[in-house]
């Protein structure tokens, strides 16, 4: 890899608008209470004032800073997102793979069941399971990872069949390798790119998933700040012509977009080194 494939002075516009929102969104997530005007659930004004020179959002429907709020909903959206990810990417890929090497009776039932997980709406599963169970914020992870890693198991199995049959493999397999050498040294480093752009798009999913199940009730509990418990709080208000629900709902959007802009560069640079189409 040359100096030039690295250099940032290559990154496109749309990567640049990328990474500086998320940086911004991370950077919120770290320091919130040195970022964030007034405190997380500290009532400043009355209900639904007007955006001004003290409340740059204006305050919602107890009275709240939405700006404050905003900055600390930054850090439970993020980390609750990244961990479902997280874990529901490595549960997905970690089974997907032993599937594709394994095959036979192995790759028969764990495809099976994944496809009978996969079959159930994820919405309506999640409220119900979530509506019988605690509402705590393990709980809230593991079920958003349990059913986000169906669909990163169809993937991650449709790669690594691909680079199975690969000579490399094989021969790998002929020298005695087991099956975590043939997975984590010959399947994974040929299978990044788009498991990479994969993770992105589960992650910006993630913040989609957690925002609808708060918004509905089921994620992350009051009086805890997180952008889609802010577009429920404050709903009532887009009927008087108040905005204070657009401002976390523009928030969600906007890091979504993020997000993506970010993956679809950084597919573009590997297909790119090696040897693809893709282009700086």
Excluded at 61 to 74: C, E, K
Excluded at 145 to 164: N, P
Excluded at 200 to 213: E, H, P
Aim: aromatic letters at 10%; charged letters at 15%; a neutral charge.
């Amino acid at each position: 890899m040359r100096l030039r494939d690295i250099s940032i002075t290559a990154w496109p516009i749309t990567a640049w608008i990328g990474m500086i929102g998320i940086a911004l969104a991370l950077i919120c997530a770290v320091f919130a209470p040195l970022i964030a005007p007034y405190g997380e659930t500290e009532v400043v004004g009355g209900v639904w004032q007007e955006a001004d020179a003290q409340f740059f959002f204006g305050l919602d429907n107890l009275g709240r800073d939405i700006l404050s709020r905003l900055i600390y909903g930054a850090r439970t959206t993020l980390s609750v997102a990244l961990a479902a990810t997280v874990i529901s990417f490595s549960l997905g890929i970690l089974l997907s793979f032993i599937a594709a090497v394994s095959g036979g009776v192995i790759d028969t039932v764990f495809s099976r069941f994944n496809d009978l997980m996969m079959s159930i709406p994820t919405l309506i599963f999640a409220l119900v399971v979530l509506a019988v169970l605690p509402q705590h914020l393990v709980v809230l992870i593991l079920v958003m990872a349990i059913l986000d890693s169906t669909r990163v198991y169809r993937l991650g199995r449709a790669v690594a069949l691909d680079v199975a049959v690969m000579e490399f493999v094989e021969a790998a397999r002929l020298r005695g390798e087991g099956t975590t050498w043939i997975i984590f040294r010959e399947i994974l480093p040929n299978t990044l790119s788009p498991l990479l752009a994969e993770f992105g798009l589960r992650f910006a999913f993630s913040i989609l998933f957690l925002s609808t199940l708060s918004f509905l009730g089921l994620g992350i509990q009051p009086p805890t700040a997180d952008w889609g418990g802010m577009v429920k709080e404050n709903k009532d208000g887009i009927i008087f012509g108040i905005s204070a629900a657009l401002v976390p709902g523009s928030a969600i959007a906007a890091l979504a977009v993020c997000v993506n802009l970010v993956v679809d560069w950084l597919l573009k640079r590997t297909s790119s080194l090696k040897g693809g189409r893709g282009d700086a």
